[in-house]
């Protein structure tokens, strides 16, 4: 951790010494009480959020609110590792931090109004400017493709509170798809960076070098998927968009084949990476299945493929492995976090195949998955409350 001043560093409350402390674990418990509320309004007994419907409310909250905040939690971490500056801490992160906080207990308990808008996109602003500022500075262009995605993830928020207020008649299930697949073209981003980097790492194997043709055709049709969906207005099937939708997930195929998945069964940190990226790229190849095929396979379903299994089981994994390594302790999971993994993957099975298969017990495979997601998640909270809010275990200030 590049701070000059360590006594200075180390009077900092340890939440608030990195990004990834606050927004880890808040996202976290956010996500596990989002989840409890879903299912008791699924089970009838569980009075709403007045913010806009419980679909919208559910959809916003689990993308922007949840996702948002751990996207954020890492980019601000991760940030000061790209440019040697200092990442934000003290006031500056518990400022952006009580934001978002705010933000959540608005839309949870509010009637719809502009302020509570410009509320849930000033930490986003804020975000965005924290990032963009030392990127800028040090010239770090390898990653400023972070800035535009920030921007976006702002935009489409914007355009989904737009939806609620009144002044954007786009189908929610449009911004919802918009959303789940940006998040997904920076998972792309990301899992191609970082899982072959580990999966070396942690198999003790030789290196997995870059190819750059295979990471071209990976992540190009990743953005055009992405970019094609915003011309998408109706939210009915378009045969063309789900084209695309089968060729960017078939062009994963050279990218993964590389990436020796078989060796990291016996590591619950690589394998769970692995796991999530798959179930990403399945969801998007659904998604082209289910606008080609509409009547055959719904949209929610590939939607959950992504936002269950890929988008929330990268997290689970990320979000793991960057607490431990940013506290100085050793990368290892024990038993509960192993079983967290594993409910979490029960919990897209319920919400999907289970769906598909027996389609009477939706409503049943709504509210079961939703809980075993809180249950996922809870452990993790139960089992990083004290390394988030605890100090470094080697005494070192982040």
Known sequence: MQIVDKASALKIPPILRLAFRPFFLAAGLFSVIAMLIWSGFWSGFMLFPMYGNPVWWHSHEMLFGFTGAVIVGFLLTAVQNWTGIPGISGWKLGLVFVIWLIAR??????????????????????????LAIPVIQTRQWRNVLFLPVLFLLLFLNARMHGIVLGWNHVPLSTVALQTTLLIAVLMTVMGGRVIPFFTARGT???????????????????WAVFLSSLLISSGQPSMWFGGLCLFAALA??????????????????????????YFTVLGVFLSGIS?????????????????????????????????????????????????????LFIAVLVRTLLIVMFPGLTQYAYILSALLWAVSFGIFCIVFWPILTQARADGHPG
């Open 105 to 130: 207990v608005s839309l949870l308990v509010m009637a719809p109004h502009p302020a509570w808008m410009i509320l849930d996109l000033l930490w986003l602003v804020m975000a965005l400017l924290f």
């Open 291 to 343: 606008q080609v095929y509409p009547q055959q396979l719904a949209y929610s379903i590939s939607l959950h493929v992504i936002t269950v299994g890929g988008i929330g089981g990268m997290i689970l994994a990320m979000v793991v492995r960057v607490s431990l390594g940013h506290t100085g302790r050793v990368l290892q999971t024990g038993k509960r976090i192993l079983a967290a993994f594993v409910i």
């Open 252 to 277: 994963q195929i050279p990218r993964l084949v590389r990436w020796r998945t078989s060796r990291t069964f016996s590591i619950p940190l690589l394998w769970m990476l692995h796991l999530a990226y």
């Open 204 to 222: 003790q194997t030789e290196p997995i070098t870059r190819i750059p043709w295979r990471e071209h055709v990976a992540l190009w049709p990743m």
